[in-house]
Nanobody
Framework: QVQVVESGGGLVQAGGSLRLSCALS????????MAWYRQAPGKQRELVAA???????NYADSVKGRFSISRDKTFTTTYLQMNSLRPEDTAVYYC?????????WGQGTQVTVSS
């Protein structure tokens, strides 16, 4: 069974940094798109960042310039480097990996940024 495992969440002070990782368990598959979403209490899930097969990236306006998405050379692991964190970044972060047979979601990792 294919699984997506996330790690790297935690509690940080405002202005601090975290690096999230998301790994696809089945390396026979390579992704075409890897993305990070977040869900804050009382809010809709939103796209935070995405990286496509050609290497192009896009970011939500709220994180542009602070967050950076990257991938490994096998296209089975994605990272989200989060700098200059703000309390408004507090949310559960989910990664999504698009493979030839569909989308796979991580279990979510909590990011909490204190004032």
């Amino acid at each position: 069974q294919v699984q997506v495992v996330e790690s790297g969440g935690g509690l940080v002070q405002a202005g601090g940094s975290l690096r999230l990782s998301c790994a696809l368990s089945e390396r026979r598959y390579s992704t075409t798109v890897m993305a990070w979403y977040r869900q804050a209490p009382g809010k809709q899930r939103e796209l935070v960042a995405a990286i496509r097969g050609g290497g192009t990236t896009n970011y939500a306006d709220s994180v542009k310039g602070r967050f950076s998405i990257s991938r490994d050379k096998t296209f089975t692991t994605t990272y989200l480097q989060m700098n200059s964190l703000r309390p408004e970044d507090t949310a559960v972060y989910y990664c999504k990996m698009t493979v030839p047979y569909g989308d796979y979601w991580g279990q979510g990792t909590q990011v909490t940024v204190s004032s």
